[in-house]
Every structure is written in C-alpha cells, then in structure tokens.
C-alpha cells in the first residue's frame, strides 16, 4: 500500500532554517504529486508548498517563497522542504500527501502523519 511518512521536524529559533523529508512507498508509478501542508494551533490547514514528481512543476503558498523549497529525489523515494529564514508564525505541525493528480489540493489520497515544527522568538 502507498505509504508516506513525514519527519525532520523539531525546535529552532527565528531566522534559522530546517529540512523537513518525506519518504513514500508504494506507488505504483513514479508520477505523482507531492505536497507540504501545515496545521497551527487553533488554524486551518494550509497548503504549503506543492510540487510534481517528475516534470519539476512547483508551487507555494505566497508567505513562504523565496524561504521554502520544495524538492524530490526519486532515487531515495523522498521529497524535502527546505525551510529558510523560520518565522514563529511558522509554527505549525506539517504533513505530506501524495496523489496522482496535479496540482495539490485538500482531498489528496495519500496523508503521512505530521511532524511539528516549532519556531522560538
């Protein structure tokens, strides 16, 4: 079964920078989207960051460009999102999902369980 599962997650100070991974397994083919959502406490989810797995299509939520980047090495079955320049309004538990359509949207089919990010002021 497809499977994904999200980590890299922890505490940092304002300013600092952390990459979160996000190993898939499972997936039948090779291309699919991958997407980066996040939770804060008391917030809606939010679509992070979005990115297609073999054409090199990508797309962010407007407070995180230029800070975030998502990417995808296909030969470690893992996709990464590279947080620059942390804000504590970055706080947030993170997740990813996966789906064969493109682009990303809230219904993906596949969700690993979060990691938490924590960013200290």
């Known amino acids: 079964e497809v499977q994904l599962q999200a980590s890299g997650g922890g505490l940092v100070q304002a300013g600092g920078s952390l990459r979160l991974s996000c190993a898939a397994s499972g997936f039948p083919r090779a291309d699919y989207a991958i997407g980066w959502f996040r939770q804060a406490p008391g917030k809606e989810r939010e679509e992070v960051a979005c990115a297609h797995t073999t054409d090199g299509s990508t797309m962010y939520l407007d407070s995180v460009k230029g800070r975030f980047t998502i990417s995808v090495d296909s030969a470690k079955n893992t996709a990464y999102l590279q947080m620059n320049g942390l804000r504590p309004e970055d706080t947030a538990v993170y997740y990813c999902?996966?789906?064969?359509?493109?682009?990303?949207?809230?219904?993906?089919?596949?969700w690993g369980a979060g990691t938490l990010v924590t960013v200290s002021s």
């Open positions: 999902a996966g789906d064969y359509r493109f682009p990303c949207y809230y219904g993906m089919d596949y």
